[in-house]
């Protein structure tokens, strides 16, 4: 059975960036039936659920095709979720150093057009979905994908991901996606992005 996992700060912890009642149902609610969803879904095979949701994904052809569907739909809401809570918390922001800094500097020319990119992708993505940082063989990339679609099914490593979908601003700011993507940055936390990048 795959579980939510508790956020290791509290739901007011990013505002006045997110606010708490976002962050309450959007983790409690949304997450929460992501991960029902996938149990249901995976019922009755055994070789599936002691896999991670992670491999899962990975090798999202193997699975059969009456719950593939299900599988990245909800596999994908469940590890994306569980990525997005972990690489925001309170006292979030500023900009990467180390490895991870070079590795955005020679994908992007500086830390300012990453940002550039990535929330243009995230603004961009048509309806629902996230923008992603993700790690490839050739080095980083910023992409942006619709619905659950989690970027292990294409063998790219998600580092940083946004979700864009309207129950994780609309609260708060509506219609105004930029505004939230604006705001988000200053929940980001750098030095769990940069150990994504050196786990691979
Ligand atoms: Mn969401």
């Known amino acids: 059975m795959y579980e939510v996992p508790a956020l290791t700060y509290s739901f007011d912890a990013l505002q006045p960036h997110i606010d708490s009642t976002t962050m309450q149902i959007h983790h409690d609610k949304h997450h929460a039936a992501y991960v029902s969803k996938l149990n249901a879904a995976l019922e009755g095979h055994e070789g599936l659920q002691s896999k991670s949701v992670e491999a899962l994904l990975r090798d999202i052809d193997s699975v059969p095709e009456a719950i593939r569907g299900a599988v990245r739909n909800h596999g994908g809401g469940h590890a994306n979720h569980s990525l997005f809570w972990s690489v925001m918390g309170p006292g979030g922001g500023g900009a990467p150093s180390g490895d991870l800094a070079s590795a955005i500097n020679a994908a992007f020319g500086s830390f300012e057009n990453f ?81 994504r990048l050196k786990q691979g």
């Not at 923008?131 to 063989?137: D, H, M």
């Open 115 to 195: 940002q550039e990119r990535f929330s243009g992708a995230a603004a961009g993505q048509f309806g629902s979905g996230w923008g992603w940082l993700v790690a490839t063989e050739s080095g980083l990339e910023v992409i942006a994908r619709p619905n659950q679609d989690s970027p292990l099914m294409e063998g790219k490593t998600p580092l940083l991901g946004v979700d864009v979908w309207e129950h994780a601003y609309y609260l708060h700011y509506q219609n105004r996606r930029p505004e939230y993507l604006k705001a988000w940055w200053n929940t980001v936390q750098w030095d769990t992005v940069a150990e």
